[in-house]
């Protein structure tokens, strides 16, 4: 019998240390929460609206309880986007061997690259490594998502996969899930929108931007939502809220509803920074003079 539950009364930590000690193998299915009109008593004799799966959100895969992949159910997480975003591939190159090499398995494209000197093997590790950790480390900061395991389900036989010992991994996710808490306070919506101040002024002067802050910039506009712009970076929740987090500090955006979005029933944390109402399209005048003014200081 599949185990499954929901994260709200069995934790990442918890799924984790089980897998563990039970050195199990098969693939961690976690589903979007919707939350349903029926009321329901946890276990502490609380009551509180089911939820329900909805769309799959990640993917989590283990053998013999060690973690070997992560997918997040946003992305395609195939190897070329996996180097895109560490840097190894450019954005041209990704899109061209995801064009040409769709016939082929990670594992096939892998040597190719390699024999090709484009990366190195350690490079595809690494890579691989770093993305599964980045998933994993953000189902730490998940609260209410329900989950199935499939015993025995492995990833295809293509994919290419990277133990890892999930003991640091419970360690190193735990106290990453403690440090993200003001930043789930500061953006608990990822469905707000962003866009760039009407008088950005002197502060944009001087302002050094990463390339992973760069490409959220090129995406900034009241149209698109957070959570669409961590998709189209190929970014987790974590990763995009930590880069936004940066960039509202800065003050070189700012929050604002979507069209057709209500208003939040979460109020703001931070009384200075307010949701404003949505206002008419940014021109795009406006934007292009912004990021000439960043990229000029």
Same mark, same amino acid.
């Given at each position: 019998m @599949?185990?499954?539950g929901n994260l709200a009364d069995f934790s990442t930590t918890q799924l984790l240390h089980l897998i563990h000690l039970a050195k199990k193998t098969g693939t961690l299915h976690l589903y979007e929460p919707v939350v349903t009109k029926e009321m329901i008593t946890d276990g502490a004799g609380n009551k509180r609206p089911k939820v329900i799966p909805g769309k799959e959100r990640a993917t989590l895969?283990? !053998?013999?309880?060690?973690?070997?992949l992560a997918t997040l159910g946003q992305e395609d997480g195939y190897l070329a986007s996996v180097l895109h975003k560490a840097g190894k591939l450019s954005a041209e190159q990704a899109r061209v061997i995801r064009e040409r090499g769709s016939k082929y398995s990670d594992k096939a494209l892998a040597l190719m690259l390699i024999n090709a000197n484009y990366v190195t093997k350690?490079?595809?590790?690494?890579?691989? +490594?770093?993305?599964?950790?980045?998933?994993?480390?953000?189902?730490?900061?998940?609260? !209410?998502?329900?989950?199935?395991?499939?015993?025995?389900?492995?990833p295809p036989p293509g994919r290419i996969t990277v133990p890892i010992d999930l003991k640091n991994v419970i360690i190193e996710g735990t106290r990453r899930a403690q440090e993200i808490e003001p930043l789930l306070e500061e953006l608990p919506s990822l469905d707000l929108a962003l866009r760039f101040p009407d008088?950005?002024?002197?502060?944009?002067?001087?302002?050094?931007?990463?390339?992973?802050?760069?490409?959220?910039?090129?995406?900034?506009?009241?149209?698109?939502?957070?959570?669409?712009?961590?998709?189209?970076?190929?970014?987790?929740?974590?990763?995009? +809220?930590?880069?936004?987090?940066?960039?509202?500090?800065?003050?070189?955006?700012?929050?604002?509803?979507?069209?057709?979005?209500? @208003?939040?029933?979460?109020?703001?944390?931070?009384?200075? +920074?307010?949701i404003i109402p949505m206002e008419p399209e940014v021109k795009r005048s406006v934007v292009e003079r912004l990021i000439a003014r960043i990229k000029e200081a």
């Open positions: @599949a185990l499954k895969s283990f !053998q013999e309880g060690q973690l070997i350690a490079d595809i590790v690494r890579c691989i +490594r770093q993305h599964t950790l980045d998933i994993v480390y953000d189902v730490f900061t998940w609260k !209410q998502e329900p989950f199935v395991f499939a015993d025995n389900e492995l008088s950005p002024g002197d502060k944009f002067r001087g302002v050094h931007l990463s390339v992973q802050e760069w490409r959220v910039v090129g995406f900034v506009n009241p149209k698109n939502t957070i959570r669409q712009i961590a998709k189209a970076c190929n970014m987790t929740d974590t990763e995009i +809220r930590r880069i936004v987090y940066g960039l509202l500090q800065a003050g070189l955006v700012e929050l604002v509803r979507p069209p057709n979005m209500p @208003a939040p029933a979460i109020p703001t944390p931070d009384g200075n +920074r307010r």
